[in-house]
């Protein structure tokens, strides 16, 4: 944490100790916890339930229907 500490802070050999650099810095090193939290969490997902990242299966159900006097078959409208 201190080694983190002295990075944003500008510490370190070579490093500004601009203000701008240094809020970059923070914003920076927070946008990469947060992709890497949430890189965990999907493996922690993915690791206990592997169907949730899988599609669907469709299941089709079809009827004949009588419609005025005629007969439709709904697969016919159905998306595939």
Do not use: H
């Amino acid at each position: 944490m201190t080694k983190w500490l002295r990075w944003l802070r500008g510490d370190t050999y070579g490093t500004s100790k601009n203000p701008f650099a240094v809020f970059g810095k923070f914003i920076l090193s927070v946008w990469i916890a947060i992709i890497a939290f949430c890189a965990v969490g999907m493996a922690w997902i993915f690791i206990t339930d592997p169907g949730a990242f899988s599609e669907p299966e469709t299941v089709q159900t079809c009827r004949t229907v009588e419609y005025n006097g005629g007969v439709i078959d709904t697969c016919d409208y159905l998306a595939p």
